[in-house]
């Protein structure tokens, strides 16, 4: 009976429990019923990555309607491994959230904030699971409007600015990704995905396909914040609460990555997108130059929280690049990148959540010496941020890696030379932190203590997660070239 | 004791160590202990493996496969394994000297220290037994990492500038040039495993095998070929023993050691004799060697002087494996050795001058002789070494390298290593024939006092500046392992 519907339940469980959730008043229960909820979504989200590694892809029609006159669901190894990725860090999130989120939020908004994190959840994993194109607006609008929310309960005043700017660049986003939808439902009529897939070639020289597909990618490259569409994404990530901005990270513009991924290669199809739209060259010079202008802005930043949203974007870039190789390779680096990325900035963001609790502020020069005094928390910050440098025997050095061969395998040498350069910049923001925090003294008379237990383990699960997929690295190689070969229609 | 266990021992024991000086942090006699009896453990680990070794065998083992066909596996060959003899070795008697330098120069943080080090050296013994060129970048990298909190000991503004320079420049060309050519390596031939012969014979056209091989010597920045060398004497900051030990023994020498490894081991030697950039890079290790003489006769600071004379030396090893001829391998190999013995008797000394009369420059230490006989004549006996001179070890490395230079058929080479001989001279024996010849300033009293560094310390020293000798009279079981490197595999 569940594993038949496991799809509806993914959606279904989070979205009920929302509005129960506000109803729960008191803190204490809204923080363990949305912590026991991710939980059961990371439980179900196991066992569909399961189902479709071992009998492969299928659908679910909500309601019993048909296709595609309903809505479907679909689930192949692709969305999959993403759902896996972002109820995983929900999971790995919720337990820590309760102490941090008592110290930035006040008392009579945290409810709200519970059942905010409940329907982003949900908006994020409906995203990802829906075979329906309207559908996936209708989600990403559901986890917009709920991280718009999110972000504005930052403790620091700037956080309602940041959130306006991101509720701006994101709406027009989300109304671009509406044209370009409503573009390809009167070309073709259909709205579900797979039927799209195959109206659209029929008509695909038309002008007001050509229109579609430009909206619908400026508009996901706006949400998956792909220099120079980032704008939104630094202050938005600086001043949200810490757990949110882990959160994000870890997922937002992973997901819209995922819509990208759905719409060029299973909707248009490969030949469309890069033969008939030179997507390949956008994507390839777009992705480098924010490589290397937003790591080199986080250089010069001085809160960690924006410096880490920058190597956001930068890392953003190498995703993006794996997407324009248009192979089975690149593809599979891109994937991997994404839960690779997932883990190790997940980490580094809880990391800085935990330094905000106790010393209130995520300034590099406030972090002086606090190697000494938070030596737990501050080791998992230098073990993820050694992952994102792509330090062997971590996670950034497999992406890195099959990235690397990836590229050589297309013959652009140049752009192989040019991501192990960029690691450079990487080295440079990374050490200016463990710099300040082990190399530099601070005021020995103000008393820090180490994070608590609650914040320590996830950090740990997540650090430990980046050096055990830096070794053990079947899983997720194997469920991203799985999931690129599908993407690409290419064996099964 | 089976050979694959003491591999994974020897990583292991020196990680022992540093729980157990921790542990014993607030005991620094016991926590001495622990880092002598660590040291000695690893001497005996690593010794141990030479009975098979010398019979032809090759001890490995396999640990974990990360990516297809890129696996973390160790095997010992008489190359690596003269590398961690002679670097577990120098441990246990630069561990004697740093108890008598650090108590009597009153460093603080001296756990960190200890502790750092025993790191240093487990990631050394990874270099120097990786099975295959990834294993060998993990370990590569992971000693950049662990010395950089040695070099940056004193926390100053000048240790951390100078810890910058370090870490930029070794992480830099590591990254930048190394794992490019790692990468490609993997890429066109599918595996990196260290074979006799070498890997890439066959497999690439002419071009990219130019190219690898540049990305690779540029790529080991620790080899401190020009222009990528400055590291080096940044790296002067750190207190004495990192200086012997590692900045004239482990660090310096994996760089070395990484190139004749790639020499031998990935390109082959055949190979290697027909890429053209050879030519040039045999050129710009010669050119190192002269250059960095030059600059070493400037420097007033000892430190800095030795550093420049380091970087010189090291490129006679780069000479060695460029040659691309089996006597420049052995010649290189036991340059290993014997550089490793002269240089790090002349760090203690510079060091031992430093925590008897706080003296730096050269030019203060006129008539030191009188007051520091003994360290002035290990200084002396380690000098002549360094320059080549009989009865001392480092005429029998220079003698290889100018055979295999003759064999080679490059005779302007005979004409660097002679110069540069010159050279060395001219910067090394100034400072004894100041120490000894000259009177002291006027400020002493002129009434030499006999003031020498910690018994310890002067132990320590005199022992490496006899070792220098011993070598002089026995280099053949040096030169015997160094020659199993480029011997048919029985």
């Known amino acids: 009976m569940i594993a038949a519907h496991l799809p509806a339940l993914q959606i279904a469980v989070p979205l009920i429990a929302a509005p129960i959730c506000l109803l729960l008043r008191r803190e204490s229960l809204a923080w363990a019923w949305a912590t026991f909820i991710s939980w059961v979504v990371f439980a179900l989200a196991w066992m569909m990555l399961e189902k479709t590694l071992t009998g492969g892809a299928f659908n679910y029609e909500l309601g019993g309607w048909e296709a595609p006159w309903g809505i479907e669901y679909q689930v192949d190894a692709v969305n999959a491994f993403i759902l896996l990725i972002v109820a995983a860090i929900g999971a790995i999130v919720m337990p820590y959230a309760r102490a941090s989120v008592n110290r930035e939020i006040p008392e009579h908004k945290r409810g709200l904030f519970y059942t905010a994190y409940l329907l982003c959840l949900t908006g994020l994993l409906g995203i990802t699971i829906t075979g329906d194109a309207f559908n996936v607006f209708v989600f990403l609008e559901v986890s917009s409007l709920s991280s718009y929310a999110l972000i504005a309960m930052g403790r620091d005043p700037k956080a309602l600015t940041a959130a306006f700017q991101y509720l701006i660049m994101g709406t027009i986003g989300a109304t671009f990704i509406l044209i370009g939808i409503g573009l390809m439902y009167q070309m073709t009529g259909t709205l579900n995905m797979a039927d799209l897939a195959k109206r659209l070639p029929a008509v695909e020289d038309s002008r007001p396909v050509l229109a579609a597909f430009a909206f619908f990618i400026v508009g996901v490259c706006l949400k998956l914040a792909l220099f120079p569409l980032h704008l939104w994404l630094p202050n938005a990530y600086a001043y949200a609460p810490s757990v949110v901005t882990a959160f994000l990270a870890a997922t937002a513009t992973k997901v819209s990555v995922y819509v990208l991924y759905r719409f060029v290669f299973t909707i248009f199809g490969q030949s469309f997108s890069f033969d008939v739209i030179p997507l390949e060259s956008i994507l390839l010079v777009l992705s480098l130059a924010g490589i290397f202008a937003a790591s080199t802005v986080a250089i010069f930043q001085t809160n960690v929280k924006r410096l880490l949203a920058y190597s956001s974007v930068a890392q953003i870039g190498y995703i993006m690049l794996g997407v324009a190789l248009v192979t089975v390779a690149g593809l599979t680096a891109s994937i991997l990148h994404i839960f690779n990325h997932a883990i190790m900035k997940g980490a580094l963001f809880l990391c800085m959540g935990a330094v905000y609790y106790q010393i209130g502020s995520v300034k590099i020069e406030d972090m002086n010496g606090i190697g000494k005094k938070m030596p737990f928390t501050m080791f998992a910050f230098v073990i993820a941020g050694l992952g994102l440098i792509g330090v062997p025997l971590t996670v950034g050095f497999i992406s890195k890696w099959y990235l690397i061969t990836a590229v050589l395998e297309r013959g652009w040498w140049p752009v192989a030379v040019l991501i192990l350069l960029s690691s450079l910049l990487a080295v440079i923001y990374i050490w200016r932190v463990v710099e300040a925090a082990y190399f530099k003294s601070g005021d020995d008379e103000v008393v820090v203590e180490e994070a608590p237990l609650s914040m320590l383990i996830p950090i740990y699960v997540l650090t430990g997660a980046s050096v055990y997929f830096g070794i053990e690295t079947s899983l997720p190689v194997e469920t991203a070239a799985e999931a690129a070969r599908q993407l690409l229609g290419i064996g099964g | ?490």
């Open chain 2, 1 to 490: 004791m089976t050979g694959s266990i003491a591999i994974i021992a020897a990583l292991l024991v020196p990680l022992i160590g540093v729980l157990g000086i921790v542990g014993a942090r607030h005991k620094p006699n016991l926590r001495e202990t622990v880092t002598l009896v660590t040291a000695t453990c690893l001497f005996i680990l690593v010794a141990s493996l030479l009975t098979p070794v010398l019979a032809g065998g090759r001890p490995s083992i396999s640990l974990l496969e990360v990516l297809p066909g890129l696996s973390i596996a160790f095997e010992v060959e008489p190359l690596g394994l003269v590398f961690a003899l002679i670097a577990s070795f120098l441990w246990i008697v630069t561990s004697v000297y740093a108890i008598g330098y650090m108590r009597a120069h009153h460093e603080k943080n001296q756990t960190r220290f200890y502790a750092y080090f025993a790191v240093a050296l487990s990631s050394t013994m990874g270099i120097a037994f990786a099975g295959n060129m990834f294993t060998l970048f993990i370990f590569y990298e992971i000693l950049t990492l662990s010395t950089y909190p040695l070099v940056t000991h004193s926390g100053t503004a000048e240790a951390k500038r100078g810890g910058r320079t370090y870490f930029g420049i070794l992480i830099g060309t590591s990254v930048a040039f190394q794992l490019l050519a790692i990468i490609i390596t993997y890429f066109t031939v599918g595996t990196l495993d260290f074979t006799q012969g070498g890997i890439l014979a066959g497999k690439a056209s002419d071009v990219v095998i130019s190219l690898l091989l540049l990305l690779y010597v540029f790529g080991v920045g620790k080899a401190a070929l020009m222009p990528f060398h400055r590291w080096l004497p940044a790296a002067m900051v750190a207190p004495t023993p990192v200086s012997a030990l590692l900045h004239a023994v482990a660090v310096v020498k994996a760089g070395v050691f990484t190139i004749l490894k790639i020499s031998v081991y990935i390109f082959g030697l055949d190979l290697l004799a027909d890429i053209g950039v050879r030519e040039f890079l045999m050129w710009l290790a010669a050119a190192t060697i002269l250059i960095s003489s030059i600059i070493a006769i400037r420097q007033d600071n000892l430190k800095r002087r030795l550093a420049y004379s380091t970087i010189s030396q090291l490129s006679y090893i780069i000479l060695g494996a460029m040659l691309a001829t089996e006597a420049g391998v052995i010649g290189g190999t036991m340059h290993i050795a014997m550089h490793a013995f002269g240089k790090i008797t002349l760090f203690f000394c510079a060091g031992a001058i430093l925590v008897a009369t706080h003296k730096t420059e050269i030019s203060q230490m006129r008539g030191i002789g009188r007051t520091m006989p003994i360290t002035m004549t290990a200084y002396t006996i380690g000098a002549l070494s360094i320059i080549g001179a009989p009865p001392m070890g480092g005429l029998w490395s220079k003698w290889m390298l100018g055979m295999a230079a003759l064999e080679a058929g490059e005779v302007a080479m005979i004409g660097v290593l002679m110069l540069s001989s010159l050279l060395s001279i001219g910067y090394l024996l100034p400072v004894s024939i100041y120490a000894f010849f000259n009177t002291p300033d006027p400020q002493n009293d002129g009434k030499p006092v006999f003031k020498e560094a910690p018994a310890l310390s002067v132990a320590a020293l005199s022992f490496t500046a006899l070792g220098c000798i011993a070598l002089f009279l026995f280099p053949d079981p040096l030169h015997h392992l160094a020659s199993l490197i480029v011997a048919p595999v029985n």
